[in-house]
């Protein structure tokens, strides 16, 4: 078992698909920092991948999308008091 990271809205953006592929935030600009306290009480060990998916970082150049997708897990893990980034 995994968990792919992407963070939300607090309030959907559009419909569910438009906002899922589209308006995905990165780690730690949403509501996950809460959510990933309640996983690491329960499975600290839990494989992470990160999925934030939406136009603006799509339109990034791919190291780009890379560093700020790679910051932002780095500071949600911190922030949430998660394992060693």
């Known amino acids: 078992m995994s968990t792919a990271l ?5 309030t959907p953006v559009g419909d ?4 899922s592929i589209d308006h995905r935030l990165l780690p ?3 509501e996950l920092v809460r959510f990933l306290r309640t996983v690491y009480g329960k ?3 839990l494989p992470l991948a990160v999925e934030a998916m939406s136009a ?3 339109a990034l150049p791919q190291p780009e999308n890379t560093r700020r997708n790679g910051t932002a897990v780095r500071r949600v893990l911190a922030a949430a008091g998660g394992r060693d980034s």
Do not use: I, T
């Not at 992407?6 to 607090?10: E, L």
């Not at 569910?16 to 906002?19: A, G, H, I, K």
């Open 56 to 58: 603006p970082l799509h």
């Open 43 to 45: 499975r600290p060990d």
């Open 16 to 19: 569910l698909r438009n906002d």
């Open 6 to 10: 992407s963070d939300a809205h607090a």
């Open 28 to 30: 730690g600009d949403g």
